[in-house]
């Protein structure tokens, strides 16, 4: 089978170690590919990598512009010749259905087109200004940061990486890259396609191997100027304190649990719907998940019995055959989550379908758990407070507005949040009460690459996507010119 490799300094290597780790199909608990289990000496050698062609050989950073945006139109085509194999790909490797991995990779394509374009708009400011020292032109212009160190998880594997990768390179920085060990394939792929277009020498690396010793490496490194990560919260904060060695900037998009408010006056079965996308599209598996589900007391009886009856009536199977929900990504997060499921019984949470794994027919072996909906749950409950990262929601009914937004915002998080009623003005006073980056009203769930994405509280730290996204990745410097050439007679002697 497959031995795939690391991508440094423009040639495929194997790992020092020569040890290589399993990646499994979640949906058959088989072996699908081997990756060579990098360490410590791996990723230096990425960095020493990026840094020679960021800072000596400085190809892709001297690039102008316009090529630049060529070669990523370039990678946008060959990554849309390669839509199906990709698509297959992130199915196989993380258990989701084809159809959102079709669409995770459409969105993929189209990131690197929007980046592309940002390259050549107009950047920067010019300021008038007057110092005490005459007439001043002070104006400013964006460079990149240096060297990036980017860090992904496996819930949405080649979109999150090109989330990172189409606004760092359009920028102009190199790169040392680590994908999740579960999920590294299509991003493989994608180097792959980098490789193929000539991206130059170092500028582009991939790193395979555990966060442990490959990501904290490259968030530790005093040659790395930047890193960004996507991941838990607590992986974030050691990234955050291994990044203080050299101050690096830093962007963290971190976890959530987020609420959705479904008010007494709302479409119920338009809310009912989004709820479920809210809760168990992608196996749940989504940082944004308003899993989290206030529901007033006029409706709550109708809304409840509407989404146990639609999720009972999921199909589950292997991603390849299109179901309405697949396997989650392991073995582990399976253990996980079925772990949150028997705290919710045990803390008096009212099961009201699902609650266990699935093994019928092809999903014998397979890391399959039912979709899973809790009723009557409180604030103290554990399933309310943590991220499950799983199919289960729960629902928690209440009774006045007030209630709501203070139930909404008992959190650590606050990366998104949705509201469901006619009101317009109770919509907009409701989103501009909850603390969190990204509101959805009377939808849940959508994004794009033209808005920023991200979080407040302990979800994180910067914004992806949208011009914000390749701002991240720029540094500005400030440029002062002097209108008037002569002694300005400051110092009269
Ligand atoms: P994770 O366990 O935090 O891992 C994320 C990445 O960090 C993986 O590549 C992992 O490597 C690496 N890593 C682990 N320990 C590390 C360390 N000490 N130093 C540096 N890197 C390290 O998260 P996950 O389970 O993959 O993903 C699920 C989490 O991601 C959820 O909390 C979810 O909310 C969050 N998420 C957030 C967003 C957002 O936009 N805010 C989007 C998607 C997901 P290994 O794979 O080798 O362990």
Same mark, same amino acid.
């Given at each position: 089978?497959?031995?795939?490799?690391?991508?440094?300094?423009?040639?495929?290597?194997?790992?020092? !170690?020569?040890?290589?780790?399993?990646?499994?199909?979640?949906?058959?608990?088989?072996?699908?590919?081997?990756?060579?289990?990098?360490?410590?000496?791996?990723?230096?050698?990425? /960095? *020493?990598?990026?840094?020679? *062609?960021? @800072?000596?050989?400085?190809?892709?950073?001297?690039?102008?512009?316009?090529?630049?945006?060529?070669?990523?139109?370039? /990678? +946008?085509?060959?990554?849309?010749? *390669? &839509?199906?194999?990709? %698509?297959?790909?992130?199915?196989?490797?993380?258990?989701?259905?084809?159809?959102?991995?079709? $669409?995770?990779?459409?969105?993929?394509?189209?990131?690197?087109?929007?980046?592309?374009?940002?390259?050549?708009?107009? !950047?920067?400011?010019? @300021?008038?200004?007057?110092?005490?020292?005459?007439?001043?032109?002070?104006?400013?212009?964006?460079?990149?940061?240096?060297?990036?160190?980017?860090?992904?998880?496996?819930?949405?594997?080649?979109?999150?990486?090109?989330?990172?990768?189409?606004?760092?390179?359009?920028?102009?920085?190199?790169?040392?890259?680590?994908?999740?060990?579960?999920?590294?394939?299509?991003?493989?792929?994608?180097?792959?396609?980098?490789?193929?277009?000539?991206?130059?020498?170092?500028?582009?690396?991939?790193?395979?191997?555990?966060?442990?010793?490959? #990501?904290?490496?490259?968030?530790?490194?005093?040659? =790395?100027?930047?890193?960004?990560?996507?991941? !838990?919260?607590?992986?974030?904060? *050691?990234?955050?304190?291994? %990044?203080? $060695?050299?101050?690096?900037? /830093?962007?963290?998009?971190?976890?959530?649990?987020?609420?959705?408010?479904?008010?007494?006056?709302?479409?119920?079965?338009? +809310? =009912?719907?989004?709820?479920?996308?809210?809760?168990?599209?992608?196996?749940?598996?989504?940082?944004?998940?308003?899993? &989290?589900?206030?529901?007033?007391?006029?409706?709550?009886?109708?809304?409840?019995?509407?989404?146990?009856?639609?999720?009972?009536?999921?199909?589950?199977?292997?991603?390849?055959?299109?179901?309405?929900?697949?396997?989650?990504?392991?073995?582990?997060?399976?253990?996980?989550?079925?772990?949150?499921?028997?705290?919710?019984?045990?803390? #008096? %949470?009212?099961?009201?379908?699902?609650?266990?794994?699935?093994?019928?027919?092809?999903?014998?072996?397979?890391?399959?758990?039912?979709?899973?909906?809790?009723?009557?749950?409180?604030?103290?409950?554990?399933?309310?407070?943590?991220?499950?990262?799983?199919?289960?929601?729960?629902?928690?009914?209440?009774?006045?507005?007030?209630?709501?937004?203070?139930?909404?915002?008992?959190?650590?998080?606050?990366?998104?949040?949705?509201?469901?009623?006619?009101?317009?003005?109770?919509?907009?006073?409701?989103?501009?009460?909850? &603390? +969190?980056?990204?509101?959805?009203?009377?939808?849940?769930?959508?994004?794009?690459?033209?808005?920023?994405? #991200?979080?407040?509280?302990?979800?994180?730290?910067?914004?992806?996507?949208?011009?914000?996204?390749?701002?991240?990745? &720029?540094?500005?410097?400030?440029?002062?010119?002097?209108?008037?050439?002569?002694?300005?007679?400051? @110092?009269?002697?």
């Amino acid at each position: 089978m497959d031995l795939k490799l690391n991508y440094i300094g423009g040639k495929w290597v194997e790992a020092e !170690s020569g040890e290589k780790r399993e990646v499994i199909n979640p949906a058959t608990g088989e072996v699908l590919a081997y990756t060579t289990e990098s360490g410590e000496s791996d990723t230096l050698k990425a /960095i *020493s990598a990026a840094k020679k *062609s960021f @800072y000596e050989t400085r190809e892709w950073r001297d690039t102008d512009g316009q090529t630049r945006a060529d070669v990523m139109l370039k /990678i +946008a085509d060959l990554m849309d010749r *390669s &839509r199906e194999e990709l %698509a297959r790909l992130d199915t196989l490797d993380n258990g989701k259905p084809l159809r959102e991995s079709e $669409g995770d990779i459409d969105d993929a394509i189209h990131c690197f087109r929007y980046y592309a374009g940002l390259i050549t708009a107009p !950047s920067g400011h010019t @300021y008038e200004v007057n110092a005490g020292f005459g007439p001043m032109h002070s104006y400013t212009i964006s460079e990149p940061v240096g060297v990036v160190g980017q860090i992904t998880p496996w819930n949405y594997p080649l979109l999150m990486s090109a989330w990172k990768l189409a606004p760092a390179i359009a920028a102009g920085n190199s790169i040392v890259f680590k994908p999740s060990s579960n999920c590294p394939l299509s991003t493989i792929r994608l180097f792959e396609i980098f490789d193929e277009v000539g991206m130059p020498e170092g500028s582009v690396n991939i790193v395979l191997g555990s966060g442990g010793s490959v #990501g904290h490496t490259i968030a530790a490194s005093k040659d =790395v100027d930047m890193v960004t990560f996507t991941g !838990s919260t607590k992986v974030g904060q *050691s990234i955050m304190a291994d %990044a203080v $060695g050299n101050l690096k900037k /830093i962007g963290l998009e971190l976890g959530g649990k987020s609420p959705n408010i479904v008010f007494d006056d709302c479409d119920i079965d338009g +809310a =009912v719907e989004w709820a479920m996308i809210g809760t168990f599209f992608n196996q749940g598996q989504v940082c944004s998940a308003c899993a &989290r589900i206030y529901v007033q007391e006029g409706i709550h009886k109708e809304f409840v019995e509407k989404l146990v009856k639609k999720a009972s009536a999921m199909t589950i199977g292997n991603g390849l055959n299109n179901p309405d929900i697949g396997p989650v990504v392991s073995e582990s997060q399976m253990k996980k989550v079925l772990g949150y499921i028997e705290k919710g019984k045990e803390e #008096g %949470a009212e099961l009201l379908c699902g609650g266990k794994r699935y093994t019928e027919g092809e999903c014998e072996k397979g890391f399959f758990i039912m979709p899973t909906v809790f009723d009557n749950c409180s604030q103290d409950m554990t399933i309310v407070k943590e991220e499950i990262f799983g199919p289960v929601c729960a629902v928690v009914p209440f009774k006045t507005e007030e209630e709501a937004v203070k139930m909404a915002n008992d959190t650590e998080y606050g990366l998104a949040g949705a509201v469901f009623t006619k009101d317009g003005a109770k919509a907009l006073r409701v989103m501009k009460e909850i &603390r +969190a980056g990204i509101m959805w009203i009377n939808c849940c769930q959508p994004t794009f690459n033209q808005a920023p994405w #991200g979080g407040y509280k302990m979800s994180g730290i910067g914004r992806e996507l949208s011009v914000n996204g390749i701002e991240e990745y &720029r540094e500005i410097k400030q440029v002062n010119i002097a209108l008037d050439t002569g002694a300005i007679g400051w @110092y009269e002697n």
